[in-house]
């Protein structure tokens, strides 16, 4: 049956008259940013177009989508250019690049159309059950088509709903936002949803009640003309349902948002201004030991300098003013301690303190030596975990704070110590010795628990105890690594000798 598939959806280049008047999300593809395929209207999901109403003509199709740097054609079963007609069950969207390459393919899915034909009606209904009750075999474009209640199966509930939209028809048509603002020669897009989303026909009938004001075309998208206030009604074909949207001409002088949060040595605060004409906008700070600010490519750039709060007034010559109102703040990040010395695969909690921090990103400078770095909670604390890998040596980890150029660097000795005996069998007054083994070993030292029954000392990777009187004499062997000019300890192990006469 189907399978459940993730949604893709990249928001790529959006300009910005898309962004005043947007009533739900953009559904997008992009490719590393060449060029831009999205619909407000469809869902694009992964190799698939869906949310087709049934009688969409090839015209009405692609006025739903909006393209940058590429053009899209429709294909049919029979691989061959659909120009006039019906979009089918299965058909496919074809996207092209500036040079006439193919960049993309998706497959059109048009719920409860099974006979592919563009349309949904009883024919299609007899067929889906006869097929339902013979358990017949579908590819995977029709298993969608006919899954009328998403749940990634076909069964009996499928030709429940599917029934009741055809012989029921449309229950309501809504518009997640009833009013938006636009500039004069502005363009929007009004999105409706009509319910059922399926069997029936959703392509809908748009008409403006003062097109001095606004006008608007068969696929939503409105115009501003002159200043001032209209409606705009959308309605069903057969004009048994409709709504009203407000569409406002306003050539005042707007930003794409009115406040904001600022970081000190953190990412510039960019505001897009939307206005007629941008000759002469200017920028002024209420308080200018907060924040600089200037205009940039139809946008207000904002530098946070200290901690407070501004308010930024954008002046145009011809088309009034506007406000922005900033709070800017500092960011404190401390990891501690800076520096750590691991066994292979060892880990360690360490403490993260701070004000106005966010999200923590952590950079190794060898994986293999710090093999991950991540927050956990501790006792009812949150704390940084480091975890070494298997190779020794010595690596950084940057931990760095996601609002401003705020980071620590932690250190981290990943070091292997032992020795070849655990212990050995001697004479009083007699020498022994074992080997140190390890790699990344610093300064090595030793120290008898009882120097009355033994004394040590370190020879290169040697250990030499001299055993003083019978019975056993206990050794602490350490090693300590070096850091900014300080010895850390950084483990022991222990060596016993026993003595007799």
Partial sequence: MLKNKKKLILNVCIGIFFL???LTFYSTFSLENDYKFESLVYNIEDNYIEGISVNTSIELFVKYFDLENCSIEVVGLNNEKIVNGYVVNSSKTIVYDVNGNVIATYVNIVKGDYNNDGMVDNNDFYEMGKCLVSKCSMDEYLEKSVDIDDDGEFHINDLVLLDKAITGGYNDISLKEDSIILQSEEKGRLVAKVTPSYGINQNLKWVSLDESIVTVDDAGIVIGHKEGEAKVRVSTL????SKEATIKVDNTIQLLSTSGVGYIGGKDVVVGIKSIDY?????SVSNESIVDCEIQDKKLVLKPKNVGSAVVT???PKYGKVTYSLETYSVYLNVMPKYLCLRPEGSNLITVSGFNSGELTFDFSDKDIIDNAYMVD???????????GMKQGRATLTVTEEHANTNNIVTVDVYNFTLADIG???KVGEEVSTTILGENLGELSCA???NSKGTCRI????LIVTPLVTGSVTVDVYNKLSYNGQLYDCGNTLFMVVAQE
């Fill in 314 to 316: 954008v002046t145009s």
């Fill in 448 to 450: 008898s628990r009882d």
């Fill in 20 to 22: 005043i008047g947007i």
């Fill in 378 to 388: 501790y006792s009812g604390r949150r704390m940084l975990r480091i975890d070494a």
């Fill in 238 to 241: 057969d004009g048994k349902v």
């Fill in 459 to 462: 020879e290169g990777n040697q």
């Fill in 279 to 283: 000759d002469g906008i200017t920028c």
């Fill in 424 to 426: 050995k069998v001697s």
